[in-house]
């Protein structure tokens, strides 16, 4: 296969994982993507190729970015062990503690934990929202503190697909005084040099890839759902066209509207993978982020209807992706975004794409050079 489909570079013991990524893009199944991994802190496989655009007129460079959708969380997650690291985040605590009105309506006893692992019953708005209003802090949170939950909290999970961003980030936002986004970016993003984005600047508009929606009739809320699944798919419903909008962009939507490419997602968790060391920086203890790996909940998911294993704003080994090793978390993005933090190899993996599947939790196209990565490890 030709070596120039593919930029970037692999070490040699993993060039199938080079050969892996150009077969995604020479057979269609990618468009424009990227995919990178971190050993022990540093970057081993860095690779990007295709196009940035449904028209294939913009190639995808080493420093194209794209939404990631719930990719996001992890990021969101991130920022939360971080404070809770230092002592002043509480996973235990009732959120009330910090954000005294969402106590109304029954949720008192409501953890900061069951926010974290999709517990907390509030899979979605009970109020009838427009996509305007994910754009609206105030509006959005207010309406989550003021309703009563749709499940009893920490008895099930059910995927808080666009709420959790808005609940942790509100508690964030208590503790901080600064939005989520903010200190995502001054405290882990910028240390690091990390291309991700929780609300864009819009002097970084040119370098954004297009999302290619899933094909017709396999998108999210497409076909037969429960109530609380079509409440979450359509309560705003979900417009992928919404992403090439400076409002989506810019906006701090954190469960959703992060933008970054694999490079920045392998960059950041390396935090994770390396006992809170990134680039010569300590940013959190080893407890503090395996603190991320403690079990909140297990069981069928009642959004995604799946077997879910939660920690602390993770999936964990043992859930819905197959991962090898024990000590490992992930989460991916609607289409096909994904991340894995892997604390018993230290390694981490980041892969950002534009063409979407019908999928909210990685697809073989990531999987399959994942396989590949761990393979050559051994």
Known sequence: MARDIADGFVQDRFAAVREGFEANLASGADVGASFCATLEGEIVVDLWGGFADPARTRPWTRDTIVNVYSTTKTMTALTALLLADRGELDFDAPVARYWPEFAANGKAGVK???????????????????????????????????????????????????????????????????SIGTVFREEIAEPLGADFHIGLPASEDDRVAELIPPPPGSAVGDGQQTELQANMSHNPGIDVAETRTRAWRGAEIPAAGGTGNARSIAQVHAILANGGVAQGKRFMSEAGCRKALELQIEGQDLILNAPARFGLGFGLAGGIVPLPHPNSLFWGGYGGSLAIIDMDARTTFGYAMNRMAPTTTGDLRALSLVMAMWQALG
């Open 112 to 178: 900061v934990s069951h926010l974290m692992s999709h517990s907390a019953g509030l899979s979605g708005w009970k109020e009838p929202i427009t996509k305007q209003d994910l754009y609206d802090w105030d509006k959005a949170t207010s309406l989550l503190a003021a309703q009563a939950p749709y499940w009893e909290p920490g008895a099930a999970c059910g995927y808080h697909a666009l709420t959790q961003g808005y609940l942790v980030g509100e508690v964030v936002r208590r503790i901080t005084g600064k």
